[in-house]
């Protein structure tokens, strides 16, 4: 394996890692701060233990996030020194006000997981809206960094060296605004159908409690209008990609020829020596109408771009097609659900709605991971779009097989306890006994304090 | 000696950084250390306590590091970059110790109470925590020892291990160690309400005391034989004497406030000691950020960032100073 294959593989497993932690750490907050404020306004101890039992996961999603997330600080450098001399003045503007957000989120996370008998109610809520609002700042923060990756600005290019730089320009790509909204929006759909999908499985064994009843309402307040609203997000992305990443958009679609009226493909394997699509279905004029929002719209393909100039085509076209997908599964089921409340029905006693909610619990989190692909990779052979190719921002450090082997593995293990943590420790349907006693997340860190 | 600028400012910021992760997030790294070593008949209560002090303000405090390396790319890319190449192997090695001491101590403790997944993860999370403060010194060393330059191209041992294993960097890890043990010990004999445990941790705080004093004057002693770079700093540079005096004085009274059982007084002054030392090993590579070659000066980003990034600061100060005051009265007092 290449040295370049190696950091490049790194890079992306530790994001893929990394994201899942975020989008948790922006969408479940706001699920906790949810619930305590139904708490605080009706004195419904259902409400009390919700937040308390998604705090206790939160708590374990959160710590493995942050730790994560240092990793890719230092793997800015570690893998990418060339990436960072050249763009760090440009944009670690976004990244050291993003130091802030993470201050603030785990301050107030400390105070809401540890305090909940050390403030008053009100004080406390109020640090749980403090950890929502500050992780969707810093996600918000390393969004526009990446956007600028994608469509770099506010700086001139003389000689290949990046001079006259404006830091607060490079805020203001032309990818950001979409970029950051989907990616918001994003983290919201995939938390709360994630929680909703539990929590519907758990209803089809026992459809009477309340408890599920309740987390399955408020995860649905906050996923499923998300869920809704999020096909539009994309196709605002999409229209800019097709603006300013004309190659990307070329290899999301598979889009070997220009082509005047193009069609949306539709599934398909894309050959990149034949230059041609196996397996796929054709919508007539359905690019054009999409990307252009007009039907005779010419649509550049790929015939445009110099071959070593692609990224590559089949992993970035099916990862599309798998987040188009299940964006689309999440937002009819989103409709349902509405439709469903909006005739006074009760969910909890809709099996079949129940059951495709139940399937739909990974679906974010998949799109999430396909998304990030196609930026990514749709993104190569450029780290930074036009300006810096991959191969030229690597470190000169031989070997990187090793540290990728020794993330992977990692990884991989700390995904695996997390799952197993959260399966046998955090989901379960409250017994008899937890109802009657007021559960404090600080007591499980503090065995003996209790006995002495 | 020019007037000082606004990579200076930075440059500040960066060693303010430094020395609250070290003096917060080093006593973390320390209570990791002290549940290793948890013996005697209290020893559950020992780890119970170090939890306890841990589990609120851990994430706080390592976000200090974070903000150390954000400003660092972004004020100093060269220098960054540079880092992270000659020290790949060490930093790599700290980002695991940071991962596992901070996903096991989470582990812990949302296992199932005194089962053997919570011993297991105890025991990753106390050995990460004695491994990664060594490892985090060891890379110190090799900036202070002026190792960290350009690859030459002569090959791996030469580019990538040479720089940071030498007996100098590695008495700067056994140093980093003793500090931060130091701390914890200290800090935990305030935190515990018994006065059991308060002795404990105050036999602890002596030894690791002990420690810190043998450690550095090893470091010491290798800095004359290998880097007369820090040598010369430590030594010979008028800036540094009142640095040393700080440094000195605290030491004295943080061993007599242990010994008369003074625990507020003890408090203080280890925390003056590591002020002491971060601005004192600072000062005394100024106006080097990385010596002997790269100046804050050459190092530095554009004006237009250093001034972006100094106005950030002090807005982000804004929201995070009365933050932090809140978190620490709550859990602190
Ligand atoms: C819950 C997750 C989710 C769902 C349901 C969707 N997406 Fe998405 N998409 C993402 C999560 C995501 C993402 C992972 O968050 C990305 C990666 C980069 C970004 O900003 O958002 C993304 C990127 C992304 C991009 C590339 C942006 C770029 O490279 O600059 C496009 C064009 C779309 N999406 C379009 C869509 C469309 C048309 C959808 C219709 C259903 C859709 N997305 C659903
Ligand atoms: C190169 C990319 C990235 C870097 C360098 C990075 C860095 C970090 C760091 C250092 C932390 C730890 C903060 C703490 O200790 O609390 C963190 C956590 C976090 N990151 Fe990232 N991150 C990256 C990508 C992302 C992305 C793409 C998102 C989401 C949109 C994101 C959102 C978050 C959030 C919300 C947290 C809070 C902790 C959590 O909930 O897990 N990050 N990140
Ligand atoms: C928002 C913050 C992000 C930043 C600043 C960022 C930055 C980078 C950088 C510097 C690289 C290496 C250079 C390159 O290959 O272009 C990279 C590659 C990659 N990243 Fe991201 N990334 C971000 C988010 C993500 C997320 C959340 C994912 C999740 C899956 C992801 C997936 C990948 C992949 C798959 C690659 C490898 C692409 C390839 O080499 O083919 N990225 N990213």
Redesign the pocket.
């Known amino acids: 394996m290449s040295d370049l294959f190696a950091a490049r593989s790194q890079m992306a497993i530790s994001l893929a890692f990394h994201?899942l932690f975020a989008v948790v750490g922006i969408g479940m907050p706001l699920l906790m701060v949810v619930a305590e404020r139904r708490w605080l306004a009706t004195k419904d101890p259902i409400d009390l233990e919700l937040a308390k039992r998604w705090s206790k996961g939160t708590a374990i999603l959160f710590a493995v996030g942050a730790v994560s997330g240092t990793v890719l600080s230092f793997e800015l450098g570690l893998l990418w020194p060339g990436f960072m001399e050249l763009a760090g003045p440009l944009i670690g503007l976004p990244f050291s006000l993003e130091g802030f957000a993470f201050f603030t989120e785990a301050i107030f996370l400390g105070i809401y997981l540890y305090g909940w008998d050390r403030i008053p109610p009100r004080a406390h809520l109020l640090a749980g809206v403090m950890v929502a609002v500050s992780g969707a700042v810093s996600g918000i923060f390393v969004?526009l960094v990446?956007?600028w990756m994608?469509?770099p600005t506010g700086f001139e290019l003389v000689n290949g060296a990046i001079t006259n730089i404006d830091p607060i320009k490079a805020l203001q790509s032309p990818?950001a605004f979409?970029?950051?909204l989907?990616?918001t929006?994003?983290?919201y759909?995939?938390t709360g159908?994630a929680v909703a999908g539990i929590h519907a499985l758990l209803l089809l064994r026992e459809p009477m409690n309340t408890f599920h009843r309740r987390a399955l309402a408020i995860a649905l307040l906050v996923g499923a209008p998300?869920?809704l609203l999020?096909?539009i997000?994309?196709?605002i992305?999409?229209?800019?990609?097709a603006r300013?990443?004309p190659a990307?958009?070329a290899a999301?679609e598979a889009l070997f020829e220009t082509r005047r009226s193009a069609p949306l493909l539709l599934g398909g394997w894309p050959d990149m020596e034949t230059r041609t699509v196996r397996y796929g279905i054709e919508i007539p004029a359905g690019l054009s109408l999409?990307a252009a929002h007009d039907p005779d719209a010419e649509i550049a393909g790929l015939d445009q771009f110099p071959r070593e100039d692609w990224p590559h085509v089949p992993t970035v076209h099916v990862a599309?097609q798998v987040?188009?997908?299940?964006?689309?599964a999440?937002?009819l089921v989103a409709l349902w659900v509405i439709w469903t409340v909006a005739r006074r029905r009760q969910i909890a006693e809709h099996p079949l709605l129940l059951k495709a909610l139940a399937v739909c619990a990974p679906?974010?989190?998949?799109?999430?991971?396909?998304?990030?692909?196609?930026?990514?990779v749709?993104?190569q052979p450029w780290v930074v779009h036009g300006v810096l190719r991959t191969a030229d921002a690597v470190t000169p450090m031989p070997g990187l097989t090793y540290t990728l082997a020794g993330f992977t593995l990692l990884y991989v293990l700390l995904g695996i306890v997390v799952v197993w943590m959260l399966y046998s420790q955090i989901i379960k349907s409250p017994r008899d006994q937890d109802w009657h006693r007021i559960y404090s997340p600080a007591a499980a860190t503090r065995p003996a304090t209790e006995a002495r | 000696m020019p007037p000082l600028g606004l990579a200076d400012l930075v440059a500040g910021a960066v060693v303010l950084g430094l020395t609250a992760y070290v003096l917060l997030a080093g006593a973390d790294f320390g209570g990791g250390v002290w549940d290793l070593f948890a013996s005697g008949p209290r020893r559950e209560h020992q780890r119970s306590l170090i939890a306890h002090a841990i589990a609120p303000v851990w994430e706080a405090n390592h976000v200090w590091l974070i903000l150390v390396i954000v400003l660092l790319f972004t004020c100093f890319p060269p220098a960054f970059s540079r880092l992270t190449i000659a020290l790949h192997v060490p930093l790599s090695l700290v980002l695991l110790g940071i991962v596992l001491r901070g996903s096991a101590f989470i582990f812990r403790s949302y296992a199932p109470e005194y089962s053997t997944e919570q011993r297991s993860w105890g025991r990753v999370f106390a050995i990460a925590s004695l491994v990664t403060p060594v490892l985090l010194g060891v890379a110190l060393g090799a900036i202070a020892a002026g190792q960290v330059n350009r690859p030459s191209g002569r090959g791996f041992v030469e580019d990538y291990l040479a720089p940071w294993a030498s007996p100098f960097t590695a008495s700067v890890g056994a140093f980093t160690l003793a500090l931060f043990a130091f701390l914890a010990a200290v800090y935990l004999t305030v935190e515990s309400r018994e006065s059991d445990l308060q002795e404990d941790f105050r036999k602890r705080a002596l030894a690791a005391g002990g420690a810190v004093f043998v450690t550095a004057f090893l470091t010491l002693l290798l800095a004359w034989r290998e880097s007369p770079l820090v040598w010369h700093g430590l030594t010979a540079s008028a800036r540094a004497i009142p640095v040393h005096l700080v440094t000195g004085t605290a030491a004295i009274l943080a061993f007599w406030g242990l010994w008369s059982r003074r625990y507020r007084v003890a408090r203080v002054a280890p925390a003056a000691q590591v002020v002491g030392i971060v601005w004192g090993w600072a000062l005394a590579q100024y106006p080097y950020i990385l010596p002997p070659t790269l100046t804050l000066q050459d190092a530095a980003a554009p004006h237009i960032t250093l001034k972006l990034v100094s106005i950030g600061l002090g807005v982000g100060a804004v929201v995070l100073l009365p933050s932090l005051w809140y978190l620490f009265r709550v859990f602190k007092r």
């Open positions: 994201i969004v990446n956007a994608n469509a990818a979409q970029q950051t989907h990616m929006l994003a983290a759909a995939a159908f998300a869920a999020q096909p997000s994309g196709d992305s999409a229209r800019n990609v300013y990443q990307k958009l999301m999409l599309f987040m188009v997908g299940l964006g689309t999440m937002a679906f974010g989190f998949i799109a999430i991971e396909a998304g990030w692909t196609v930026t990514e749709g993104r």
